[in-house]
């Protein structure tokens, strides 16, 4: 008797550590963008997968007064163009610690390229790390999953 309550306790347990591994958090999804100076809501980010890269885009302006912002100070076919639907990640390829890293990010406010690299905070899966790297010297904001009900 003892044992098969230890089974079924073991393939509970089997079962909860697979469900939970087929449906954790990735990346991927809508998040919402805050300036790590100012703490304001920006914009939301669509984070999609294509060719197998990661790559992300702009599709909602949140802030007040930037909802038609123009790419003022981004150079070449970028240059003057809407920041809504703009996409500021090109293929950013995952490694082994599970960040996705590359050397396309955009920042529209700023008109700048950098490279860098994002990972979901470990201690909230509903939170997003974005490093982006000028030279030895970087900064990291952290986005919120948008969840939508």
Sequence with gaps: MKSGKIFRRSVLLISLFV????????VFGKWKTIDDRNGMAKAIVEIYK??????AKIIEIVEKGSENALCTKC???????PVLGMKIMNDLR????GEYKGS????P????TFRGKIWLDP???NK????GYLAFLYRTQTWYRVIEE
């Design 19 to 26: 469900f939970k591994t087929g449906w954790s958090q990735t």
């Design 109 to 112: 406010e700023h008109g700048m």
């Design 104 to 107: 396309n990010m955009l920042d």
């Design 75 to 81: 150079k070449g076919e970028l240059k003057n163009k």
């Design 94 to 97: 995952k490694n082994n610690k």
């Design 123 to 125: 201690k909230d899966n």
């Design 50 to 55: 294509e060719n197998n890269l990661l790559q």
């Design 128 to 131: 997003l790390k974005v490093r």
